[in-house]
């Protein structure tokens, strides 16, 4: 392995650029942004063979297949290799995949089938010149569990959101993306990347001064040196963070369970949006969503997704075995405009119609003794989008529900009618990590179950002060750390992410709170079984 170059040259696909005189440490050339010596050559050159230098990603695992993905740096086609040893010595099947070309931006997926419950897979990509199949690049391995079978195994997941935001992208004298590194080590079953996975809005700049008079220095490249309109530039602001090593050899590792929100496309967008901001020459927001979406699709192992299919959809459920069941939101695509939030009737809300009556359908069927409602943003904090619209749920009305309230309390009415147990929220957005509890005893509206919601972020981007809580639902801040100032870096204010963890003897949920380096920050148990806790 060798550091990337100082200089500006074409590498992976896009054209990256590190600032003059920024030295790399003997520490980082093995970790956070290193890829093979011979990845400088130009990207899709037609001599050699064909590398998968962006690594490999897994999800949508199930009890017997999975999903692989993976990018070539030129036309070739993917094979992937499974086996229940490390060594590949025994019982090692072959699963031919697609043909990698410029449609897909040289990504693709491989599902793979009749896998074993509740086992760890190890499996390697080979990627293979069309041409010639004999020649074939050198191997990227990965591993992950399938879901179990019988639930006395205990289940552990991860969850964050927001990254590369606010300017705060790659920083190799800070190794990269460490915080990637610390999750990798706690060995989790799947990794809920709980939306903002880009910042297609954020240009990176080589350089961003802090507080006490020095600079930040981060990793650049061409696409992500202005906000993002075209599918290219999409692109390139996904690969931009996968020229991090920590979160490459993460992705090899744990599977990862995508949303998106705003950043994806543009800062609190809706659909029918017409921009006036002037960074923008394409102003119809529908146009960067459809560009934003299809790029999300190629570049995280979510085959409904691939191709920007417009019957594939963002909100989906996970079913991780007996003892979980994660129902995935999409709290962007069919919302409604941003407004004051105050109208009596919202029949579209921030789910719209059929995505409502869908998360109502599956909760009622649903027999996981834990269900996660994984929502891309939260229910009670209050997110303004300009002086006097809001971004979120929550508007700062504390009496009866108004505006997108009135969706979220007929979800949380109909959780309680149904008696459905074992619910709780996890979500991210705000940029500081937090455990509020609702209960009806201290809201405007009643008629639902005491539940909680866990908020964490950013995983690195600029840190924030938190948010104040609107009574509507009665929501009371257990725990709350934030940045004491708007955008504070990550140096200054390291990343946030959330561990949930299933004891499978009991059935306990327990919830922690973590911060890089700083360990467990605060801790919940939650009992099996109970419509409210």
Same mark, same amino acid.
């Given at each position: 392995?060798?550091?990337?170059?100082?200089?500006?040259?074409?590498?992976?696909?896009?054209?990256?650029?590190?600032?003059?005189?920024?030295?790399?440490?003997?520490?980082?050339?093995?970790?956070?942004?290193?890829?093979?010596?011979?990845?400088?050559?130009?990207?899709?050159?037609?001599?050699?063979?064909?590398?998968?230098?962006?690594?490999?990603?897994?999800?949508?695992?199930?009890?017997?297949?999975?999903?692989?993905?993976?990018?070539?740096?030129?036309?070739?086609?993917?094979?992937?290799?499974?086996?229940?040893?490390?060594?590949?010595?025994?019982?090692?099947?072959?699963?031919?995949?697609?043909?990698?070309?410029?449609?897909?931006?040289?990504?693709?997926?491989?599902?793979?089938?009749?896998?074993?419950?509740?086992?760890?897979?190890?499996?390697?990509?080979?990627?293979?010149?069309?041409?010639?199949?004999?020649?074939?690049?050198?191997?990227?391995?990965?591993?992950?569990?399938?879901?179990?079978?019988?639930?006395?195994?205990?289940?552990?997941?991860?969850?964050?959101?927001?990254?590369?935001?606010?300017?705060?992208?790659?920083?190799?004298?800070?190794?990269?993306?460490?915080?990637?590194?610390?999750?990798?080590?706690?060995?989790?079953?799947?990794?809920?990347?709980?939306?903002?996975?880009?910042?297609?809005?954020?240009?990176?700049?080589?350089?961003?001064?802090?507080?006490?008079?020095?600079?930040?220095?981060?990793?650049?490249?061409?696409?992500?040196?202005?906000?993002?309109?075209?599918?290219?530039?999409?692109?390139?602001?996904?690969?931009?963070?996968?020229?991090?090593?920590?979160?490459?050899?993460?992705?090899?590792?744990?599977?990862?369970?995508?949303?998106? %929100?705003?950043?994806?496309? +543009?800062?609190?967008?809706? /659909? &029918?949006?017409?921009? =006036? @901001? !002037?960074?923008?020459?394409?102003?119809?927001?529908?146009?960067?969503?459809?560009?934003?979406?299809?790029?999300?699709?190629?570049?995280?192992?979510?085959?409904?997704?691939?191709?920007?299919?417009?019957?594939?959809?963002?909100?989906?459920?996970?079913?991780?075995?007996?003892?979980?069941?994660?129902?995935?939101? %999409?709290?962007?695509?069919? +919302?409604?405009?941003?407004? /004051? &939030?105050?109208?009596? =009737? @919202? !029949?579209?809300?921030?789910?719209?119609?059929?995505?409502?009556?869908?998360?109502?359908?599956?909760?009622?069927?649903?027999?996981?003794?834990?269900?996660?409602?994984?929502?891309?943003?939260?229910?009670?904090?209050?997110?303004?989008?300009?002086?006097?619209?809001?971004?979120?749920?929550?508007?700062?009305?504390?009496?009866?529900?108004?505006? +997108?309230?009135?969706?979220?309390?007929?979800?949380?009415?109909?959780?309680?009618?149904?008696?459905?147990?074992?619910?709780?929220?996890?979500?991210?957005?705000?940029?500081?990590?937090?455990?509020?509890?609702?209960?009806?005893?201290?809201?405007?509206?009643?008629?639902?179950?005491?539940?909680?919601?866990?908020?964490?972020?950013?995983?690195?981007?600029?840190?924030?002060?938190?948010?104040?809580?609107?009574?509507?639902?009665?929501?009371?801040?257990?725990?709350?750390?934030?940045?004491?100032?708007?955008?504070?870096?990550?140096?200054?204010?390291?990343?946030?992410?959330?561990?949930?963890?299933?004891?499978?003897?009991?059935?306990?949920?327990?919830?922690?709170?973590?911060?890089?380096?700083?360990?467990?920050?605060?801790?919940?148990?939650?009992?099996?079984?109970?419509?409210?806790?």
């Amino acid at each position: 392995m060798a550091p990337l170059p100082h200089t500006r040259r074409s590498l992976l696909g896009g054209s990256l650029a590190v600032p003059v005189g920024l030295a790399l440490s003997s520490a980082l050339t093995g970790a956070a942004l290193t890829t093979p010596a011979h990845a400088a050559a130009p990207a899709f050159a037609r001599s050699g063979r064909p590398n998968a230098f962006w690594g490999v990603q897994s999800g949508e695992i199930t009890a017997h297949s999975a999903t692989v993905w993976t990018r070539s740096d030129r036309p070739a086609w993917m094979y992937v290799e499974t086996s229940p040893s490390e060594s590949f010595r025994y019982a090692v099947r072959h699963h031919r995949g697609p043909l990698l070309g410029p449609d897909t931006d040289f990504t693709g997926t491989t599902t793979l089938r009749e896998l074993p419950p509740g086992q760890q897979i190890h499996y390697r990509v080979l990627l293979a010149d069309p041409d010639d199949p004999r020649r074939t690049g050198e191997p990227v391995h990965g591993t992950f569990r399938t879901t179990p079978a019988s639930r006395r195994r205990d289940v552990r997941f991860l969850w964050s959101g927001d990254l590369a935001g606010q300017g705060w992208g790659i920083n190799p004298e800070l190794g990269g993306y460490r915080v990637f590194d610390e999750m990798r080590l706690r060995n989790p079953d799947f990794f809920l990347f709980s939306g903002d996975t880009i910042y297609a809005d954020g240009p990176i700049q080589a350089s961003v001064p802090l507080r006490d008079g020095t600079l930040w220095h981060n990793v650049t490249t061409e696409e992500k040196a202005k906000v993002a309109e075209t599918l290219a530039e999409f692109r390139g602001n996904f690969r931009y963070n996968l020229l991090d090593g920590n979160l490459r050899d993460f992705n090899a590792q744990v599977p990862v369970l995508a949303q998106w %929100d705003d950043h994806e496309v +543009r800062n609190n967008w809706y /659909p &029918g949006q017409i921009l =006036d @901001d !002037p960074r923008y020459t394409v102003k119809d927001v529908d146009t960067l969503a459809g560009r934003a979406r299809r790029a999300f699709g190629e570049y995280f192992p979510v085959t409904d997704l691939r191709g920007g299919r417009d019957e594939g959809r963002m909100y989906r459920v996970m079913r991780y075995g007996p003892l979980l069941d994660v129902f995935v939101l %999409d709290m962007r695509t069919y +919302r409604d405009a941003n407004s /004051p &939030g105050r109208q009596t =009737d @919202d !029949p579209i809300g921030i789910l719209g119609p059929e995505q409502l009556a869908w998360i109502k359908r599956e909760l009622s069927r649903s027999r996981a003794t834990w269900k996660v409602i994984a929502a891309d943003m939260p229910l009670g904090i209050v997110v303004a989008d300009g002086a006097a619209n809001f971004e979120a749920v929550a508007q700062g009305d504390p009496g009866a529900p108004l505006g +997108r309230e009135l969706q979220i309390a007929e979800l949380l009415r109909h959780i309680k009618h149904q008696r459905i147990t074992g619910t709780l929220w996890l979500t991210a957005d705000v940029h500081y990590t937090a455990a509020n509890h609702y209960a009806p005893e201290r809201a405007a509206f009643t008629d639902f179950a005491p539940f909680w919601e866990f908020v964490s972020g950013p995983i690195g981007a600029g840190g924030f002060p938190s948010g104040r809580l609107d009574a509507t639902f009665g929501p009371e801040m257990a725990y709350v750390q934030s940045a004491p100032f708007a955008n504070m870096s990550p140096s200054e204010n390291p990343p946030y992410y959330g561990e949930v963890e299933i004891d499978g003897d009991c059935g306990e949920l327990t919830v922690r709170l973590r911060r890089q380096g700083g360990g467990v920050l605060f801790t919940r148990t939650l009992q099996p079984g109970r419509v409210g806790q």
